[in-house]
């Protein structure tokens, strides 16, 4: 068995370089040369997980099928390599430390005073190692959390360069950097660049490629420049341009030869290594940029001021329209500030509403009036998670004419409680002892709309809630056209409901915007979009 080997993406100058597209792209092309890729976040953060931290914080919390709560450039990886992602995957400092402290605490150190070095950062090697060491992967790809600089990296950078020591030619370090563009001036500046490699070097890391983002194009002399001042051959110093597409980035850096110059640079031999099999991605990337015809989709939800909360779930409804030949026009609407009065102004020219997920009582009324008017005027719509939650209690109360329909985690005392606690089947949906997360197994109704979507009986999709829907009303809201058309397959939860007599209303319980990729789109959002663009 080959050794694994790992390479790690730095970053400097400034955060929200885009190193996890750096990350996903340089594995999405070493994965169409055929080797077997995976990638891994280490975060800075204390926080263990971010499943506690607020949307507008951190942007959305990324579910691995292993029920991880991770960050969302686990979403980037899985939607660029198609590979699924687990725990090991992705590493914050509050998990490093709090294994470190309970091995203390076990006596494991025999006695000896803890310390950064060597206990930390031998348990970050460690986490770092456990995706290689099981000899499923020829790479594995490790983006660094934070800037070169930042106190909460100094843990993570010591240990790349012992791991950098320890692994010689497996290891491999890629710095992504910004150079300016100076108006006044009219030039680029490589200044911050040289400053953040030399922050680099002072921490005793060597950076073997340089990846330049930019917003105008680095010149051979530039880029000539930045290789001297920095101790980088200038073939490994390479440009990011900005772009309209995040999924451009992998065919541009093809063209500036990142995956060639890694493999050579790691001791393979070009010339027995295949080309990048780059054709399905470029396919995909050709019908995204030359659609012209637009679908219009409405995202509701609670923290739309933050695209990044949803953005899986923008991601897939972009997949979607570029495999149906239309180009996505997003329109992201607050659901606290969506009233009766409003709605129809807002909502009247969409061709499709999406009801996002979210925790809390909050917006949720907007969601009602948001799912009313969709379901009372034919327009397509997908409810996700909770705004499954939301189908169910809008539909009890305005079609089985509960006036006082709810989940118990608004009202408690309510007699037809849509969301409730799952022992007591009390109400119509169920809030259970602990959060169900991760991949769970769904079977689907015969001859149901979803049947026809999957093309399949059993399904796994991933879940992250505490509600579930109440089976004591199961039997009615059937009888009234609301068909529950996935059921779990260990607990009997409904996991979909779909309105029979709709173009397309479906509300699933799960997540599908977590498993939607570039080259196997999502076939609940696939579905969704042709029912929004059919007249």
Known sequence: MKDTKYIFVTGGVTSSLGKGII??????????RGFR????????????????????????????????????DLGHYERFLGVETHKANNVTTGRIYQNVINKERRGDYLGKTVQI????TDEIKRNIKLLGNKGDFDFVITELGGTVGDIESLPYIESVRQLKWELGKNCLIIHLTYVPYLAAAKELKTKPTQHSVKALQEQGVQADILVLRTEHNISADIRKKVALFCNVEQSAVMQSIDVPTIYRVPLNMQQEKLDEVVLTKMGFDL????????????????????ATEEVHIAIVGKYVQLPDAYKSII????????????????ELILSDKLTEENVVKKLQKVNGIVVAPGFGQRGMDGKFIALQYARENNIPCLGICMGMQTMSIEFARNVLHYADANSTEIDPNTTHNVVDIMDEQKNILDLGGSMRLGAFKCKLKKGSKVFDIYKKENISERHRHRYEFNNAFKDEFEKNGMLCSGMNVESDLVEIIELTSHKWYIGVQFHPEYSSTVVNPHPLFISFMKAAIEK
């Open 117 to 120: 070095i060597p206990h930390i």
């Open 37 to 72: 890729v995976t990638n891994q976040k280490l975060d800075p953060y204390i926080n263990i997980d971010p499943g506690t931290l607020n949307p507008y914080e951190h942007g959305e919390c990324y579910v691995t099928v292993d029920g991880h709560e991770a960050d969302l």
């Open 315 to 330: 991601e897939s409804l972009l997949h979607a329209s570029a495999y149906n030949n239309k180009k996505l026009k997003l």
């Open 23 to 32: 990350a996903a792209s340089l594995g999405k092309l070493l994965q169409a």
């Open 271 to 290: 010339t027995k290594t295949p080309e990048a099999d780059m054709e399905k991605w470029t396919a995909f990337v050709e019908k995204l940029e030359n």
